[in-house]
């Protein structure tokens, strides 16, 4: 049983993961803005989940600096830990997602936040990959969904990129995420097919296996507007493929009881719905609108129940305590 840690020294042991709070809750916010245009509805809505993901983030990255001064040795300890590592591009990426949600609200903000996310990006990208590279602790048994972290940050660039007419630089990021997914993937289907199963508390992790194609069908069609093209309909169509063989699953995943990796359940569905009401506008198919209209519902429920369960657990002084 996890006992309450004083509240002086909770600050560090604030996690890096919880910046995947903010890309859950980004990311929502693209879908719920993307699905007001669809019903040609205004965008109070969205304007008002953009103010408090912008303000989660703001309360989130001035904690995580202050541990970052006060207790830097545990900022170091999560670096240098197997599985944590691979959140640190969280950082990157929320302000990546930031920048989408700032195209519609403002373009001088959406570029500076663009400008801090896309080399932060890059920088994690190297020095976790070196590390992977030079490494002396890395089992097989570390691999998981995680890993994508470094690489869905890459895939993301070119949707700020190409609107703000950075078009190059956002072919350079999606090249790098596109091929390291399909390496990455590769790693972890050997791992889940042939070695011991993950940890039950890291099970939530899996629905990040929707990231890479659903966002990089987003950041394709970026590339390519207009109609869908042949490998826009592959990218969809595995990212609606992992979907279901993970809804499948879903008596797994009701089993294990709450913890902060229940958040990354979140991002990888609003991508799939940002990517199914795309399908929808290019293709006018009531199929597609069927399956934006049950994941936007679906994470609905899923934000306001990991945003209850969240408050919860920190009024209660279980989150923010040593591993």
């Known amino acids: 049983m996890t006992h309450p840690v004083p509240s002086q020294s909770r600050l560090a042991y604030l996690p890096i993961s919880m910046f995947g709070m903010v890309m859950g809750l980004a990311g929502f916010t693209i879908a719920l803005h993307k699905g007001e245009s669809a019903l040609g509805i205004g965008h109070s809505l969205s304007f008002a989940a953009s103010v408090f993901v912008f303000t989660v983030f703001g309360i ?3 904690a995580y600096f202050a541990k ?3 207790f830097p040795q545990e900022v170091v300890h999560e670096f240098n830990h197997v599985i944590r590592l691979s959140f640190f591009p969280a950082i990157s990426i929320s302000l990546i997602l930031l ?3 700032a195209l519609n609200l403002n373009q001088t903000l959406a570029l500076v936040l663009w400008s ?3 080399p932060l990006q890059l920088l994690f990208t190297l020095v976790i990959l070196s590390n992977w590279m030079h490494h002396e602790k890395f089992e ?3 691999s998981n969904p995680a890993w994508f972290i470094p690489i869905v940050g890459n895939i993301l660039v070119p949707i700020t990129g190409v609107a703000l007419g950075f078009e190059q630089i956002s072919w350079f990021y999606f090249s790098i995420g596109l091929v390291f997914w399909i390496i990455l ?3 972890l289907m050997n791992r889940y097919f042939f070695h011991s199963p993950m940890p039950g508390k890291l099970l939530p992790t899996l629905f990040i296996l929707i990231a890479p ?9 970026a590339l390519h507007p207009g109609s869908i093209d042949n490998l826009g309909h592959v990218l969809y169509d595995i990212a609606l493929f992992i979907t279901l063989l993970l809804f499948f699953q879903g008596k797994r995943f009701l089993q294990v009881p709450f913890g902060l990796p229940f958040w990354a359940y979140t991002f990888p569905i609003a991508a799939m719905t940002i990517a199914s009401l795309i399908m929808f506008e290019a293709t006018q198919s ?6 934006a209209a049950g994941l936007f519902g679906f994470l609905t429920v899923l934000i306001s129940y990991l945003l209850i369960k969240t408050l919860r657990a920190v009024r209660a002084g279980t989150i923010c305590v040593p591993e």
Do not use: C, E, K, M
């Open 68 to 70: 970052a001064l006060r």
């Open 140 to 142: 097989i048994h570390h």
């Open 99 to 101: 920048s989408i949600i």
């Open 185 to 187: 993937f590769t790693i």
């Open 116 to 118: 801090l996310g896309t």
């Open 213 to 221: 194609p659903a966002v990089g069908f987003i950041s394709w069609h």
């Open 286 to 291: 009531a199929f597609y609108a069927l399956v």
């Open 60 to 62: 989130l990255a001035g």
